[in-house]
């Protein structure tokens, strides 16, 4: 495949260059790992109201946070591909079963940390006086569910060089020039962008519906979780086991 792709843009002008670029990025985005990796991290995000202004806000909030993702898998392809054209760099293929290992470890976290992760609560506690004077203390609690972009970042940042990514670093290495490399990696991270943004609107919009049935909402969320645990264990199994990756 990479011996195909580069003939074929070694003797392509720069505006099929750019459209593979972007095309290749944008079916990154779609790989069942990296959704796994998003969906996990949406079905955190918090319950809406029956509002029409809470259901649009929930969905553009997944995909800000896909844009996040793609914004630290941008980081991390963007330094490689400049250190491999720019400097002539050559990355052994173990070095990407590490971080392909990587990720199907980083999955089964996610997975884990939404079934094992227990509820964070705050206490609050108010004071009441009653007319005869009698004071009680009245405790309540909140529920901390918050969703962090730098969480999806440093995500992105991990799943960078699995799949598809290596293989676009490796395509821009053999490109005739470093200008050219480095737009192949741009427009390639640019449609992985648009790609992930997609995907997690794509996701958030039925969770946002099923989040105000609750019985249905954990059944799936426990769902999701079994399947990125099933993806994750299934990557680490072709890593160790029919690439070999510790052995000599």
């Known amino acids: ?48 109201n ?16 896909g844009a996040m993702w793609g914004a630290g898998h941008t980081s991390t392809i963007l330094i490689l591909g400049i250190l491999v054209a720019g400097f002539s760099l050559t990355i052994p293929e173990k070095i990407f079963n590490g ?23 705050t206490k609050h506690i108010h004071p009441h006086t009653h007319d005869n004077g009698i004071t ?9 569910n918050h969703v962090h972009g730098h969480r999806s970042y440093l995500i992105g940042c991990i799943h960078g060089l699995a ?12 490109l005739p020039s470093f200008d050219s490399s480095l737009s192949f990696i741009l427009l390639f991270c640019f449609g992985s962008m648009i790609g992930m943004s ?8 039925p969770l946002a519906i099923l989040s105000k049935k609750p019985k249905m909402f954990n059944l799936l969320r426990y769902s999701i979780c079994a399947v ?4 994750g264990v299934s990557i680490i199994y072709e890593m160790i086991i029919l690439q070999k990756l510790f052995l000599i």
């Open 1 to 48: 495949m990479i011996l195909e792709l580069t003939e074929i843009l070694h003797n392509s002008s720069p505006i099929i260059v750019a459209l593979v670029g972007i095309t290749i990025g944008f079916q990154h985005a779609f790989e069942p790992d990296h959704i796994a990796s998003i969906t996990t991290q949406v079905v955190k995000m918090k319950k809406t």
């Open 50 to 65: 029956n509002s029409s202004y809470e259901f649009v806000k929930n969905s553009l909030r997944t995909s800000v946070l």
């Open 99 to 121: 971080l392909e290992l990587g990720v199907g470890i980083m999955l089964i976290y996610l997975a884990s940390s939404i079934i094992l992760k227990k509820k964070s609560l």
């Open 136 to 144: 009680h203390i009245h405790t309540h609690t909140h529920k901390k």
């Open 163 to 174: 799949g598809t990514g290596a293989i676009a670093v490796l395509i821009s290495s053999t």
């Open 198 to 205: 997609l995907v997690s609107g794509l996701i958030g919009t």
């Open 228 to 231: 990125t645990t099933v993806i």
